[in-house]
């Protein structure tokens, strides 16, 4: 088996480049996972893992194997693993797996879909959040309009816990996710404080997009005119705005209720 034990190696210098560079990551339509859970999450996901690095006094030969059989194994020092890993306690184990395709093209819905659309987010955090609130309801789908951040940043990976490998998502503009959803037939709510009904009021017991915007600007003009309905959450304090992921959280479980769980 393969061992590694300097910083220095180039192999190591190349994923110290998956997980600091988006176009690293683009290039090799690879990326970084850390811990075993996510990296079974992952699995089960349906993501491709090529290699599993491993310190062998944290994370045994056998155990690193059971993760994913048919990956290269590479034993690694501690210092090596210190140098990769993004965390601080993420259980000796670190995979390099493919990325996916996020084209709209190859989401697979329901007949009676479900989708969280966020137009433009750019706080990893708030990708993380809000892929773990879709994660909670079982969406359909999770569908980000004019990217700002690489999916596969370690941010976003990390702040997911591991709920960016249970989800479907797909990227594109907001032109093109607006006529995917009309050819489709799928309703879209627009959560903005211009021209809107409570979001109490609507129903969302047929095929549903919910689509949120930024904190600090909100939806784009292209979003508030196309929308089948612009909703609010009314507000009872002193600001007008809440976190992103909150919101979609109140707006999404407002529609599981109306769906009966």
Not at 221 to 237: K, S, V, Y
Request: glycine share 4%; aromatic share 6%.
């Amino acid at each position: 088996m393969k061992q590694i034990t300097s910083i220095q190696n180039p192999y190591i210098k190349s994923l110290v480049l998956l997980q600091e560079k988006a176009k690293a990551r683009k290039q090799t339509g690879t990326f970084l996972i850390e811990g075993q859970r996510e990296i079974s999450i992952a699995i089960k996901g349906g993501y491709e893992i090529e290699t599993l690095l491993f310190v062998p006094e944290i994370c045994s030969e056998s155990q690193t194997k059971q993760l994913a059989p048919n990956a290269d194994l590479i034993e690694i020092t501690s210092a090596v693993y210190e140098k990769l890993a993004y965390r601080d306690s993420t259980e000796g184990v670190l995979a390099v797996a493919k990325t996916k395709s996020t084209l709209l093209s190859d989401l697979k819905l329901s007949e009676n879909p479900l989708i969280l659309v966020a137009e433009a987010p750019e706080k990893p955090g708030n990708i993380g959040a809000l892929l773990r609130t879709a994660d909670a309801a079982n969406l359909d789908a999770v569908i980000i309009a004019n990217p700002k951040s690489d999916l596969y940043n370690p941010n976003i990976v990390r702040s997911s816990v591991g709920c960016l490998f249970t989800n479907q998502i797909a990227t594109g503009s907001t032109a093109e996710i607006i006529a995917f959803l009309n050819e489709r037939n799928i309703s879209f709510y627009c959560a903005t404080l211009q021209n809107s009904n409570s979001y109490h009021l609507e129903n969302y017991t047929t095929p549903t997009a919910l689509v949120v915007g930024t904190e600090a600007t909100g939806l784009t003009q292209e979003w508030r005119d196309a929308a089948t309905q612009n909703i609010i959450i009314p507000m009872q304090g002193e600001i007008d705005s809440m976190n992103v992921s909150v919101a979609a959280a109140i707006l999404i479980f407002e529609a599981k209720r109306q769906r009966g769980f």
